[in-house]
Protein backbone atom coordinates (compact mmCIF):
# COMPACT_ATOMS: atom_id res chain seq x y z
CA UNK A 1 0.00 0.00 0.00
CA UNK A 2 2.66 2.75 1.00
CA UNK A 3 4.81 1.62 -2.67
CA UNK A 4 1.57 2.04 -4.24
CA UNK A 5 1.02 5.71 -2.54
CA UNK A 6 4.76 6.33 -3.32
CA UNK A 7 5.39 5.88 -7.29
CA UNK A 8 3.70 7.53 -10.05
CA UNK A 9 0.86 9.45 -9.92
CA UNK A 10 0.61 8.70 -6.27
CA UNK A 11 3.86 11.11 -5.87
CA UNK A 12 2.22 13.78 -8.36
CA UNK A 13 -0.33 13.89 -5.92
CA UNK A 14 1.58 14.20 -3.15
CA UNK A 15 4.05 16.87 -4.76
CA UNK A 16 0.54 19.05 -5.23
CA UNK A 17 -0.45 18.83 -2.03
CA UNK A 18 2.91 19.38 -0.36
CA UNK A 19 4.87 20.66 -2.82
CA UNK A 20 4.53 24.41 -1.91
CA UNK A 21 4.16 23.72 2.13
CA UNK A 22 7.32 26.04 4.51
CA UNK A 23 7.57 22.72 6.67
CA UNK A 24 10.09 19.80 5.52
CA UNK A 25 7.08 16.58 4.79
CA UNK A 26 8.22 13.36 4.74
CA UNK A 27 7.12 9.41 4.66
CA UNK A 28 9.05 6.99 6.15
CA UNK A 29 8.66 3.37 6.02
CA UNK A 30 8.69 0.57 8.82
CA UNK A 31 12.46 0.77 8.21
CA UNK A 32 12.92 4.87 8.82
CA UNK A 33 13.68 4.81 4.97
CA UNK A 34 12.56 8.41 3.47
CA UNK A 35 10.65 7.19 0.65
CA UNK A 36 8.66 10.86 0.12
CA UNK A 37 10.23 14.47 1.07
CA UNK A 38 8.78 17.21 -0.80
CA UNK A 39 11.46 19.60 -0.51
CA UNK A 40 15.24 19.59 1.07
CA UNK A 41 17.45 22.49 2.91
CA UNK A 42 20.14 23.74 0.86
CA UNK A 43 23.26 21.11 -0.05
CA UNK A 44 20.56 18.75 0.02
CA UNK A 45 18.56 16.89 -2.73
CA UNK A 46 15.33 14.89 -2.83
CA UNK A 47 17.13 12.37 -5.05
CA UNK A 48 20.21 12.18 -2.19
CA UNK A 49 18.25 11.51 0.43
CA UNK A 50 15.33 9.69 -0.78
CA UNK A 51 16.03 5.74 -0.20
CA UNK A 52 18.97 6.80 2.83
CA UNK A 53 17.52 6.11 6.12
CA UNK A 54 16.69 8.98 7.94
CA UNK A 55 18.68 8.65 10.66
CA UNK A 56 21.75 9.26 7.79
CA UNK A 57 20.74 13.31 8.37
CA UNK A 58 21.34 13.09 12.06
CA UNK A 59 24.40 13.79 13.85
CA UNK A 60 25.77 11.23 16.51
CA UNK A 61 24.56 12.63 19.25
CA UNK A 62 21.01 12.66 18.09
CA UNK A 63 20.67 9.49 16.62
CA UNK A 64 19.66 7.56 19.69
CA UNK A 65 16.87 10.04 20.49
CA UNK A 66 15.57 10.18 17.28
CA UNK A 67 15.24 6.68 16.86
CA UNK A 68 13.48 6.03 19.37
CA UNK A 69 10.88 9.04 18.81
CA UNK A 70 10.08 7.09 15.61
CA UNK A 71 9.94 3.52 16.87
CA UNK A 72 7.81 4.39 19.76
CA UNK A 73 4.96 6.07 16.84
CA UNK A 74 5.35 2.86 14.90
CA UNK A 75 4.99 0.36 18.24
CA UNK A 76 2.54 2.55 19.85
CA UNK A 77 0.51 4.57 16.99
CA UNK A 78 0.67 7.52 19.30
CA UNK A 79 2.25 10.48 17.45
CA UNK A 80 5.01 12.28 19.12
CA UNK A 81 7.05 16.11 18.72
CA UNK A 82 10.80 15.91 19.60
CA UNK A 83 13.81 18.23 18.66
CA UNK A 84 16.68 17.05 16.61
CA UNK A 85 19.99 18.34 14.84
CA UNK A 86 20.29 17.92 11.03
CA UNK A 87 23.33 18.50 9.09
CA UNK A 88 23.11 21.20 6.19
CA UNK A 89 25.30 23.46 3.64
CA UNK A 90 25.80 25.91 6.31
CA UNK A 91 26.09 24.17 9.18
CA UNK A 92 23.52 22.51 12.13
CA UNK A 93 19.89 23.70 11.35
CA UNK A 94 17.36 22.75 14.94
CA UNK A 95 14.16 21.42 13.69
CA UNK A 96 11.11 20.50 15.53
CA UNK A 97 9.72 17.01 14.07
CA UNK A 98 6.18 16.06 14.43
CA UNK A 99 5.46 12.23 13.78
CA UNK A 100 2.17 11.01 12.74
CA UNK A 101 1.61 6.59 12.46
CA UNK A 102 0.18 6.06 8.67
CA UNK A 103 -2.59 3.20 9.34
CA UNK A 104 -3.95 0.39 6.94
CA UNK A 105 -6.82 -0.63 9.06
CA UNK A 106 -5.18 -1.66 12.57
CA UNK A 107 -1.50 -1.58 11.05
CA UNK A 108 1.18 1.21 11.13
CA UNK A 109 2.57 0.79 8.07
CA UNK A 110 4.54 4.23 8.04
CA UNK A 111 5.21 7.20 9.49
CA UNK A 112 4.67 10.35 8.04
CA UNK A 113 6.78 13.77 9.27
CA UNK A 114 6.61 17.03 9.83
CA UNK A 115 9.64 19.36 10.46
CA UNK A 116 9.90 22.95 11.20
CA UNK A 117 12.97 25.10 11.21
CA UNK A 118 13.11 26.75 14.63
CA UNK A 119 16.80 27.37 14.01
CA UNK A 120 16.13 31.20 14.38
CA UNK A 121 13.21 30.79 17.49
CA UNK A 122 15.49 29.03 19.34
CA UNK A 123 18.67 31.26 19.06
CA UNK A 124 16.84 33.78 20.08
CA UNK A 125 15.89 31.82 22.92
CA UNK A 126 19.24 30.84 24.14
CA UNK A 127 19.95 34.65 23.53
CA UNK A 128 17.24 35.75 25.76
CA UNK A 129 18.30 33.07 27.86
CA UNK A 130 21.77 34.19 28.29
CA UNK A 131 20.81 37.85 28.58
CA UNK A 132 18.72 37.28 31.64
CA UNK A 133 21.10 35.03 33.53
CA UNK A 134 23.77 37.49 32.69
CA UNK A 135 22.01 40.72 33.55
CA UNK A 136 23.35 42.57 36.56
CA UNK A 137 19.38 44.51 36.23
CA UNK A 138 16.71 42.19 38.03
CA UNK A 139 14.49 40.33 36.03
CA UNK A 140 10.96 38.88 37.54
CA UNK A 141 8.20 37.40 36.38
CA UNK A 142 5.14 37.39 38.44
CA UNK A 143 1.68 35.77 38.32
CA UNK A 144 -1.28 37.56 38.50
CA UNK A 145 -2.04 36.52 41.97
CA UNK A 146 1.93 38.32 42.70
CA UNK A 147 3.74 34.90 42.83
CA UNK A 148 6.88 35.21 41.69
CA UNK A 149 6.97 33.15 38.55
CA UNK A 150 10.52 33.16 37.18
CA UNK A 151 13.57 35.60 38.76
CA UNK A 152 16.79 35.39 36.95
CA UNK A 153 20.30 35.07 39.55
CA UNK A 154 20.46 39.00 40.02
CA UNK A 155 17.68 39.23 41.88
CA UNK A 156 18.37 36.10 43.93
CA UNK A 157 21.87 37.55 44.87
CA UNK A 158 20.14 40.80 45.81
CA UNK A 159 18.47 39.53 48.55
CA UNK A 160 20.87 36.74 49.21
CA UNK A 161 18.49 34.61 49.03
CA UNK A 162 18.38 30.78 46.83
CA UNK A 163 16.14 31.22 44.01
CA UNK A 164 14.72 27.80 45.49
CA UNK A 165 13.50 29.79 48.39
CA UNK A 166 11.69 32.45 46.38
CA UNK A 167 9.93 31.20 43.06
CA UNK A 168 6.56 30.83 44.08
CA UNK A 169 6.68 32.70 46.82
CA UNK A 170 3.99 36.45 47.16
CA UNK A 171 6.75 39.06 45.90
CA UNK A 172 5.19 41.09 48.56
CA UNK A 173 6.26 39.13 51.15
CA UNK A 174 9.99 40.85 50.44
CA UNK A 175 8.92 44.21 50.38
CA UNK A 176 9.31 46.73 53.14
CA UNK A 177 6.21 46.96 55.49
CA UNK A 178 5.77 50.60 54.92
CA UNK A 179 5.54 50.21 51.17
CA UNK A 180 2.96 47.68 50.88
CA UNK A 181 0.36 49.97 50.14
CA UNK A 182 1.92 51.62 47.61
CA UNK A 183 3.41 48.76 46.03
CA UNK A 184 -0.44 46.73 45.56
CA UNK A 185 -1.55 49.66 44.37
CA UNK A 186 1.01 49.80 41.22
CA UNK A 187 0.43 46.12 40.73
CA UNK A 188 -3.04 46.26 40.66
CA UNK A 189 -2.40 49.02 37.95
CA UNK A 190 -0.50 47.03 36.05
CA UNK A 191 -2.17 44.29 36.17
CA UNK A 192 -4.88 46.28 34.21
CA UNK A 193 -3.03 47.18 31.53
CA UNK A 194 -1.13 50.13 32.79
CA UNK A 195 2.49 50.79 31.79
CA UNK A 196 4.92 51.44 34.95
CA UNK A 197 8.25 53.10 35.14
CA UNK A 198 10.55 54.21 37.66
CA UNK A 199 8.48 53.11 40.75
CA UNK A 200 10.27 52.63 43.80
CA UNK A 201 10.44 50.52 46.64
CA UNK A 202 12.11 48.46 49.19
CA UNK A 203 13.22 45.01 48.80
CA UNK A 204 14.75 43.07 52.34
CA UNK A 205 17.55 40.98 51.95
CA UNK A 206 18.08 38.00 53.93
CA UNK A 207 20.53 40.01 56.30
CA UNK A 208 17.70 42.06 57.58
CA UNK A 209 18.66 44.99 55.50
CA UNK A 210 16.73 46.80 52.72
CA UNK A 211 17.69 47.83 49.29
CA UNK A 212 15.79 50.31 47.33
CA UNK A 213 15.12 48.77 43.52
CA UNK A 214 13.95 50.73 41.01
CA UNK A 215 10.97 49.13 38.72
CA UNK A 216 9.57 49.29 35.20
CA UNK A 217 6.95 46.55 33.67
CA UNK A 218 4.10 45.85 31.83
CA UNK A 219 1.25 42.97 31.81
CA UNK A 220 1.94 40.20 29.12
CA UNK A 221 -2.15 40.59 27.87
CA UNK A 222 -2.31 36.47 27.13
CA UNK A 223 -1.03 35.01 30.53
CA UNK A 224 -1.62 37.68 32.78
CA UNK A 225 1.83 37.38 33.65
CA UNK A 226 3.77 40.75 35.16
CA UNK A 227 7.21 41.20 33.77
CA UNK A 228 9.27 43.83 35.41
CA UNK A 229 12.57 44.97 35.60
CA UNK A 230 14.07 46.38 38.56
CA UNK A 231 17.55 48.13 39.30
CA UNK A 232 19.57 48.63 42.82
CA UNK A 233 19.90 51.99 43.29
CA UNK A 234 20.65 51.90 47.19
CA UNK A 235 23.90 53.74 46.94
CA UNK A 236 22.60 56.24 44.34
CA UNK A 237 19.74 57.32 46.71
CA UNK A 238 22.08 57.57 49.51
CA UNK A 239 24.13 59.49 47.64
CA UNK A 240 21.68 62.09 46.70
CA UNK A 241 20.32 61.97 50.55
CA UNK A 242 24.02 62.88 51.56
CA UNK A 243 24.21 65.84 49.11
CA UNK A 244 20.85 66.73 49.94
CA UNK A 245 22.31 66.94 53.97
CA UNK A 246 25.41 68.37 52.83
CA UNK A 247 23.85 71.26 50.99
CA UNK A 248 21.23 71.97 53.84
CA UNK A 249 24.11 71.85 56.76
CA UNK A 250 25.98 74.26 54.56
CA UNK A 251 23.25 76.53 53.91
CA UNK A 252 22.11 76.68 58.06
CA UNK A 253 25.78 76.64 58.96
CA UNK A 254 25.74 80.37 56.59
CA UNK A 255 23.36 81.39 58.53
CA UNK A 256 24.13 80.39 61.70
CA UNK A 257 27.01 81.92 61.02
CA UNK A 258 25.64 85.33 60.53
CA UNK A 259 23.63 85.03 63.57
CA UNK A 260 26.67 84.64 64.98
CA UNK A 261 28.47 87.30 63.97
CA UNK A 262 25.79 89.56 65.28
CA UNK A 263 25.47 88.15 68.26
CA UNK A 264 28.97 88.46 69.14
CA UNK A 265 28.84 91.93 69.43
CA UNK A 266 25.71 91.83 71.25
CA UNK A 267 27.17 90.21 73.79
CA UNK A 268 30.41 92.06 73.78
CA UNK A 269 28.74 94.81 74.36
CA UNK A 270 26.52 93.40 77.28
CA UNK A 271 29.72 91.79 79.25
CA UNK A 272 32.01 95.01 78.62
CA UNK A 273 29.13 97.14 80.59
CA UNK A 274 28.10 94.02 82.78
CA UNK A 275 32.63 94.46 83.74
CA UNK A 276 31.73 98.39 83.63
CA UNK A 277 29.25 98.33 86.14
CA UNK A 278 30.75 95.66 88.30
CA UNK A 279 33.72 98.19 88.43
CA UNK A 280 31.82 100.54 90.24
CA UNK A 281 29.38 98.27 92.49
CA UNK A 282 30.27 97.02 95.73
CA UNK A 283 30.81 93.45 95.66
CA UNK A 284 28.22 92.74 98.12
CA UNK A 285 25.58 95.00 96.72
CA UNK A 286 22.15 93.80 95.31
CA UNK A 287 22.93 95.33 91.72
CA UNK A 288 26.59 93.82 92.07
CA UNK A 289 24.68 90.01 92.45
CA UNK A 290 22.45 90.92 89.74
CA UNK A 291 25.32 91.96 87.13
CA UNK A 292 27.51 88.82 88.02
CA UNK A 293 24.25 86.76 87.27
CA UNK A 294 23.91 88.53 83.96
CA UNK A 295 28.09 88.45 83.39
CA UNK A 296 27.36 84.47 84.31
CA UNK A 297 24.36 84.16 81.61
CA UNK A 298 26.35 86.07 79.01
CA UNK A 299 29.30 83.83 78.80
CA UNK A 300 26.82 80.72 78.62
CA UNK A 301 25.26 82.75 75.65
CA UNK A 302 28.97 83.41 74.45
CA UNK A 303 30.14 79.58 74.57
CA UNK A 304 26.87 79.05 72.33
CA UNK A 305 27.71 81.33 69.71
CA UNK A 306 30.94 79.71 69.55
CA UNK A 307 29.17 76.41 69.14
CA UNK A 308 27.72 77.89 66.45
CA UNK A 309 30.65 78.97 65.08
CA UNK A 310 32.10 76.14 65.29
CA UNK A 311 28.91 74.20 63.53
CA UNK A 312 28.78 76.76 60.36
CA UNK A 313 32.57 75.95 60.43
CA UNK A 314 33.67 80.09 60.88
CA UNK A 315 35.69 79.25 64.08
CA UNK A 316 39.34 79.29 63.04
CA UNK A 317 41.71 76.26 63.20
CA UNK A 318 44.93 76.65 65.69
CA UNK A 319 46.34 73.33 63.85
CA UNK A 320 48.92 71.70 65.53
CA UNK A 321 50.11 68.19 64.93
CA UNK A 322 48.06 66.02 67.53
CA UNK A 323 48.34 62.32 68.59
CA UNK A 324 45.02 61.35 68.75
CA UNK A 325 45.95 58.58 71.80
CA UNK A 326 47.59 61.32 73.87
CA UNK A 327 44.97 63.52 73.23
CA UNK A 328 42.59 60.38 74.54
CA UNK A 329 44.66 59.93 77.36
CA UNK A 330 44.72 63.68 78.26
CA UNK A 331 40.51 63.50 78.51
CA UNK A 332 40.34 60.66 80.19
CA UNK A 333 39.85 62.48 83.80
CA UNK A 334 37.88 65.34 82.24
CA UNK A 335 35.68 62.94 81.01
CA UNK A 336 34.81 60.44 83.87
CA UNK A 337 33.81 63.40 85.47
CA UNK A 338 31.46 63.46 82.70
CA UNK A 339 30.13 60.59 82.97
CA UNK A 340 28.03 58.94 85.61
CA UNK A 341 29.32 55.63 88.13
CA UNK A 342 26.83 53.27 86.35
CA UNK A 343 28.80 54.10 82.57
CA UNK A 344 32.56 52.94 82.25
CA UNK A 345 35.20 54.19 80.19
CA UNK A 346 36.98 51.77 78.13
CA UNK A 347 39.99 53.47 75.80
CA UNK A 348 41.44 51.06 73.32
CA UNK A 349 45.24 52.04 72.21
CA UNK A 350 46.70 50.20 69.45
CA UNK A 351 49.85 50.73 67.40
CA UNK A 352 51.63 53.70 66.92
CA UNK A 353 49.92 56.00 64.96
CA UNK A 354 50.42 58.94 62.12
CA UNK A 355 49.41 62.21 63.37
CA UNK A 356 46.95 64.72 62.93
CA UNK A 357 46.75 67.96 61.88
CA UNK A 358 44.30 69.82 63.93
CA UNK A 359 43.08 72.78 65.89
CA UNK A 360 43.18 70.79 70.12
CA UNK A 361 40.24 72.71 71.57
CA UNK A 362 38.08 72.06 68.98
CA UNK A 363 38.77 68.24 68.88
CA UNK A 364 38.80 68.07 72.70
CA UNK A 365 35.18 69.65 72.16
CA UNK A 366 34.50 66.94 69.54
CA UNK A 367 35.58 64.03 72.41
CA UNK A 368 32.82 65.78 75.01
CA UNK A 369 30.18 66.60 72.74
CA UNK A 370 30.36 62.44 71.86
CA UNK A 371 30.37 62.01 75.35
CA UNK A 372 28.15 64.19 76.77
CA UNK A 373 26.18 62.52 73.73
CA UNK A 374 26.66 58.61 74.55
CA UNK A 375 25.89 59.26 78.49
CA UNK A 376 22.27 60.66 77.94
CA UNK A 377 21.48 57.82 75.68
CA UNK A 378 22.54 55.00 78.61
CA UNK A 379 20.13 56.44 81.13
CA UNK A 380 20.63 53.24 82.94
CA UNK A 381 24.24 53.28 82.41
CA UNK A 382 26.57 50.97 80.29
CA UNK A 383 29.99 51.06 78.70
CA UNK A 384 31.72 53.71 76.32
CA UNK A 385 34.27 52.52 74.35
CA UNK A 386 36.78 55.11 72.59
CA UNK A 387 39.54 53.37 69.84
CA UNK A 388 41.82 55.12 67.46
CA UNK A 389 43.38 52.99 64.73
CA UNK A 390 44.47 54.13 61.12
CA UNK A 391 42.43 53.40 57.60
CA UNK A 392 42.64 53.61 54.45
CA UNK A 393 39.21 54.23 52.54
CA UNK A 394 40.12 52.82 48.68
CA UNK A 395 37.96 53.87 45.72
CA UNK A 396 35.64 50.92 46.34
CA UNK A 397 34.77 51.46 49.22
CA UNK A 398 32.84 55.19 48.09
CA UNK A 399 30.81 52.61 45.74
CA UNK A 400 29.78 51.26 49.13
CA UNK A 401 30.00 54.07 51.20
CA UNK A 402 28.49 57.00 49.26
CA UNK A 403 29.58 59.39 52.34
CA UNK A 404 33.27 58.69 52.38
CA UNK A 405 36.08 59.52 50.02
CA UNK A 406 39.64 57.97 49.50
CA UNK A 407 42.59 58.78 51.25
CA UNK A 408 44.69 57.89 54.42
CA UNK A 409 42.51 58.40 57.61
CA UNK A 410 42.77 58.28 61.36
CA UNK A 411 39.80 57.08 62.94
CA UNK A 412 38.35 57.55 66.21
CA UNK A 413 35.53 55.52 67.15
CA UNK A 414 33.11 56.26 69.96
CA UNK A 415 30.74 53.79 70.68
CA UNK A 416 27.90 53.38 73.54
CA UNK A 417 25.65 50.31 74.65
CA UNK A 418 22.38 53.05 75.17
CA UNK A 419 19.27 53.42 73.33
CA UNK A 420 20.31 53.58 69.87
CA UNK A 421 18.58 55.23 66.63
CA UNK A 422 16.10 55.01 64.25
CA UNK A 423 16.83 55.60 60.60
CA UNK A 424 14.92 58.54 60.69
CA UNK A 425 16.95 59.67 63.53
CA UNK A 426 20.48 58.94 61.96
CA UNK A 427 19.20 61.02 59.35
CA UNK A 428 18.36 64.03 61.16
CA UNK A 429 21.44 63.65 64.23
CA UNK A 430 23.57 66.05 63.08
CA UNK A 431 21.04 68.68 62.04
CA UNK A 432 21.29 72.20 64.58
CA UNK A 433 18.87 72.73 67.31
CA UNK A 434 17.63 69.15 66.40
CA UNK A 435 17.38 67.29 69.94
CA UNK A 436 15.66 64.30 71.43
CA UNK A 437 15.86 65.47 74.93
CA UNK A 438 13.72 67.52 76.87
CA UNK A 439 12.68 70.87 77.39
CA UNK A 440 15.56 72.74 78.96
CA UNK A 441 18.29 69.64 78.76
CA UNK A 442 19.74 70.99 75.87
CA UNK A 443 20.30 72.95 73.08
CA UNK A 444 20.62 70.16 69.65
CA UNK A 445 23.98 72.14 69.07
CA UNK A 446 26.31 69.02 70.67
CA UNK A 447 26.31 67.17 66.88
CA UNK A 448 25.91 69.43 65.01
CA UNK A 449 29.13 71.28 66.15
CA UNK A 450 31.03 67.74 66.05
CA UNK A 451 30.03 67.59 62.10
CA UNK A 452 31.04 71.13 61.73
CA UNK A 453 34.43 70.62 63.38
CA UNK A 454 35.20 67.56 61.32
CA UNK A 455 34.55 68.80 58.30
CA UNK A 456 36.16 71.76 58.73
CA UNK A 457 39.64 69.41 59.62
CA UNK A 458 38.56 68.00 56.00
CA UNK A 459 37.42 64.83 57.50
CA UNK A 460 34.37 62.62 57.61
CA UNK A 461 31.67 61.82 60.35
CA UNK A 462 29.39 58.78 60.04
CA UNK A 463 27.43 57.16 62.49
CA UNK A 464 26.40 53.54 62.54
CA UNK A 465 23.04 53.15 65.18
CA UNK A 466 20.09 50.62 65.59
CA UNK A 467 17.28 50.91 67.91
CA UNK A 468 18.34 49.21 71.17
CA UNK A 469 21.69 48.53 69.94
CA UNK A 470 23.49 51.80 70.77
CA UNK A 471 25.25 53.72 68.34
CA UNK A 472 28.88 54.24 67.47
CA UNK A 473 30.15 57.66 66.08
CA UNK A 474 33.35 57.38 63.43
CA UNK A 475 35.41 60.60 62.98
CA UNK A 476 37.76 60.22 59.71
CA UNK A 477 40.60 63.06 60.51
CA UNK A 478 43.34 62.86 57.14
CA UNK A 479 46.55 61.01 58.70
CA UNK A 480 50.05 63.30 58.92
CA UNK A 481 52.99 61.26 58.80
CA UNK A 482 55.00 64.03 60.86
CA UNK A 483 55.38 63.46 64.79
CA UNK A 484 53.71 66.31 67.05
CA UNK A 485 56.08 68.27 69.81
CA UNK A 486 55.33 67.01 73.20
CA UNK A 487 53.23 68.95 75.18
CA UNK A 488 54.59 71.70 77.00
CA UNK A 489 53.41 70.52 81.10
CA UNK A 490 55.54 73.26 82.43
CA UNK A 491 54.46 75.94 84.87
CA UNK A 492 52.36 78.10 83.59
CA UNK A 493 53.45 81.97 83.37
CA UNK A 494 52.03 84.65 85.94
CA UNK A 495 49.21 86.94 84.81
CA UNK A 496 49.73 90.71 85.28
CA UNK A 497 46.43 91.78 86.73
CA UNK A 498 47.55 95.72 86.15
CA UNK A 499 47.47 96.60 82.52
CA UNK A 500 47.08 100.48 82.91
CA UNK A 501 49.08 102.62 80.63
CA UNK A 502 48.82 106.24 79.41
CA UNK A 503 49.31 105.68 75.61
CA UNK A 504 47.04 106.69 73.03
CA UNK A 505 44.89 104.07 71.38
CA UNK A 506 42.59 104.70 67.82
CA UNK A 507 39.37 102.30 67.98
CA UNK A 508 37.56 101.59 65.04
CA UNK A 509 34.97 100.08 65.49
CA UNK A 510 31.34 100.33 63.04
CA UNK A 511 28.96 99.11 66.36
CA UNK A 512 28.55 101.75 68.99
CA UNK A 513 26.74 99.38 71.62
CA UNK A 514 30.66 97.76 70.92
CA UNK A 515 32.79 100.72 71.19
CA UNK A 516 31.38 103.07 73.87
CA UNK A 517 31.69 100.35 76.42
CA UNK A 518 35.00 99.26 74.74
CA UNK A 519 36.63 103.17 75.22
CA UNK A 520 35.20 103.67 78.73
CA UNK A 521 37.44 100.27 79.64
CA UNK A 522 40.32 102.19 78.09
CA UNK A 523 40.20 105.22 79.89
CA UNK A 524 39.30 103.87 83.00
CA UNK A 525 42.96 101.83 82.35
CA UNK A 526 44.47 105.20 81.59
CA UNK A 527 44.75 105.68 78.11
CA UNK A 528 43.60 107.80 76.03
CA UNK A 529 41.46 107.09 73.08
CA UNK A 530 40.29 108.03 69.50
CA UNK A 531 37.26 106.73 68.31
CA UNK A 532 36.54 105.96 64.56
CA UNK A 533 33.19 104.43 63.23
CA UNK A 534 34.72 102.84 60.06
CA UNK A 535 38.33 102.28 58.45
CA UNK A 536 38.63 105.04 56.18
CA UNK A 537 37.65 107.15 58.86
CA UNK A 538 40.21 105.61 61.01
CA UNK A 539 42.70 105.95 58.50
CA UNK A 540 41.57 110.18 58.59
CA UNK A 541 42.26 110.62 62.39
CA UNK A 542 45.44 109.04 62.12
CA UNK A 543 46.79 111.51 59.41
CA UNK A 544 45.45 113.71 61.80
CA UNK A 545 47.01 112.79 65.10
CA UNK A 546 50.27 111.42 63.36
CA UNK A 547 52.81 110.42 65.80
CA UNK A 548 50.27 110.45 68.43
CA UNK A 549 48.85 107.50 68.32
CA UNK A 550 50.65 104.38 69.85
CA UNK A 551 48.54 101.64 68.97
CA UNK A 552 44.71 100.97 66.30
CA UNK A 553 42.59 98.48 68.01
CA UNK A 554 40.63 97.65 64.39
CA UNK A 555 37.25 96.05 63.86
CA UNK A 556 38.06 93.25 60.90
CA UNK A 557 34.88 94.26 59.15
CA UNK A 558 33.42 97.46 58.99
CA UNK A 559 31.32 99.81 56.18
CA UNK A 560 33.60 101.84 53.68
CA UNK A 561 36.91 99.97 54.34
CA UNK A 562 37.68 97.08 57.16
CA UNK A 563 40.28 96.47 59.27
CA UNK A 564 43.16 94.97 56.91
CA UNK A 565 42.72 96.97 54.40
CA UNK A 566 42.68 100.37 56.44
CA UNK A 567 45.81 99.01 57.96
CA UNK A 568 47.67 98.85 54.91
CA UNK A 569 46.96 102.41 54.48
CA UNK A 570 47.76 103.72 57.85
CA UNK A 571 51.53 101.71 58.54
CA UNK A 572 52.41 103.52 55.53
CA UNK A 573 51.78 106.96 57.73
CA UNK A 574 53.13 104.92 61.06
CA UNK A 575 55.52 102.30 60.06
CA UNK A 576 55.78 101.56 64.04
CA UNK A 577 52.22 101.95 64.65
CA UNK A 578 51.11 98.09 66.77
CA UNK A 579 47.37 96.84 65.72
CA UNK A 580 45.22 94.67 67.49
CA UNK A 581 42.19 93.03 65.50
CA UNK A 582 38.97 92.36 66.64
CA UNK A 583 36.29 90.32 65.03
CA UNK A 584 32.38 89.19 65.48
CA UNK A 585 32.99 86.82 62.51
CA UNK A 586 35.81 83.44 63.07
CA UNK A 587 35.10 83.04 59.05
CA UNK A 588 39.00 82.83 57.61
CA UNK A 589 37.88 84.50 54.34
CA UNK A 590 37.63 88.04 56.19
CA UNK A 591 41.40 87.43 57.82
CA UNK A 592 43.10 86.51 54.30
CA UNK A 593 44.50 89.89 53.92
CA UNK A 594 45.87 90.38 57.58
CA UNK A 595 49.39 90.15 58.16
CA UNK A 596 50.96 86.69 59.10
CA UNK A 597 51.41 87.30 62.98
CA UNK A 598 48.79 89.55 63.29
CA UNK A 599 46.92 89.24 67.30
CA UNK A 600 42.61 88.97 66.61
CA UNK A 601 40.84 89.03 69.74
CA UNK A 602 37.41 87.35 68.89
CA UNK A 603 34.45 88.78 70.18
CA UNK A 604 32.85 88.85 72.56
CA UNK A 605 36.21 89.04 74.52
CA UNK A 606 36.39 90.33 78.21
CA UNK A 607 38.11 93.41 80.12
CA UNK A 608 40.95 91.94 81.10
CA UNK A 609 41.69 90.02 77.52
CA UNK A 610 41.83 93.30 75.79
CA UNK A 611 43.68 95.39 78.58
CA UNK A 612 45.87 92.11 78.59
CA UNK A 613 46.30 92.61 74.73
CA UNK A 614 47.39 96.23 74.35
CA UNK A 615 49.87 95.82 77.05
CA UNK A 616 51.19 93.27 75.72
CA UNK A 617 51.55 95.36 72.53
CA UNK A 618 52.96 97.92 74.07
CA UNK A 619 55.17 96.61 76.01
CA UNK A 620 57.19 94.52 73.34
CA UNK A 621 57.24 97.34 71.33
CA UNK A 622 59.10 99.53 74.13
CA UNK A 623 61.78 96.50 74.40
CA UNK A 624 61.93 96.27 70.73
Keep these: MLDRWLSGEGLHVLDGIFGAALDVIGVLDPELTLRYVNWTTAGLTREGVVGNSVLDLVPPGFKESSREAYLGVLRTGVGTRFETIYRAEHGVLIWEVQVGPIRQGDEVIGLVTVATDVTAQRSEAVDRERFFSLSLDMLVVVTSDGRLKRINPAFAETLDVDMKDLLDRPFIDFVHEDDHAITMVA ?29 RGNVD ?41 DFNNLMQAVLMNV ?9 SSAVAEHLREIAGAGQRAADLTKQLLMFSRRQPLRRELIDLHELLRSLMPLLRRLLPESVTIDLRVGDPLPSVSADRT ?41 WARPGHFVRLSVTDTGEGMSSELRERVFEPFF ?37 TFRIYLPADERQPKPIDTGAPLSQNTSFHGNETILVAEDETVVSRPLIQMLQRAGYRTISAMNGLEAVRLLNEHAGE ?19 EHMRQVCPDLCVIFTSGYADDRYREHLPQDAEVLEKPFRRDEVLAAVRRKLDARADS
Design 187 to 215: FDKVRKGAYFSDFENRYRRSDGKYRVFSW
Design 221 to 261: PITSDVYAVARDITEHREAENQLRHAQKMEAVGQLAGGVAH
Design 275 to 283: ELGLATEPS
Design 362 to 402: QLEQVVINLCVNARDAMVKGGALTFEVESVVIEDHDCELHP
Design 435 to 471: TTKENQRGTGLGLATVYGIVQQHGGLVHVYSELGRGA
Design 549 to 567: VDLALLDVVMPELGGPQAW
